[in-house]
């Protein structure tokens, strides 16, 4: 039965490479897909943390607010204070009026933190939008690849 061997070889070793291709496109498509998982998890971390530093924002915004109004509310107390019986009084309020405003700058300045924190973690989420969308398109080529290899 030697006479058509030969091809019968010939074939074998097509079958061989074809399915030694077909366990690399699969492979290439399981780190794509995992990849794909790991891009996801840190797209939703980043959304989880953009959520965060939203409320942290509106928090800080809502303690200026109320640091605005003890503010004006000193000042008041302090033009209403009769210039001599009350200057000691005057002085306290004053000081009280100047760490209120220090406080709404500490806060105003974190809220600002707060929102660069949140432009950095919107960017992050974006790029890695963007790279999902291309590990996908890249995940679907070598898809098609190993079904066009299968046919």
Do not use: C, T, Y
């Not at 009350?86 to 709404?104: G, H, N, S, T, V």
């Amino acid at each position: 039965g030697r006479a058509g061997g030969g091809d019968g070889g010939a074939s074998r070793l097509l079958m061989q490479g074809l399915l030694k291709e077909k366990r690399e496109v699969e492979g290439w498509l399981d780190k794509a897909r995992g990849q794909h998982r790991a891009m996801e998890q840190r797209l939703a971390e980043a959304q989880k943390e953009l959520r965060r530093v939203s409320m942290e924002r509106e928090d800080l915004a809502f303690k200026l607010h109320e640091s605005a109004i003890q503010n004006a509310s000193l000042e008041a107390r302090l033009q209403g204070a009769a210039p001599r019986s009350e200057q000691r009084q005057a002085a306290a309020l004053q000081a009280r009026a100047d760490e209120a405003k220090r406080d709404a700058d500490g806060a105003r300045r974190e809220a600002d933190d707060a929102l660069r924190a949140r432009g950095e973690a919107e960017a992050a989420a974006e790029s890695l939008r963007g790279e999902l969308g291309s590990s996908l398109a890249e995940a679907e080529r070598l898809r098609g690849e190993g079904e066009a290899l299968r046919a």
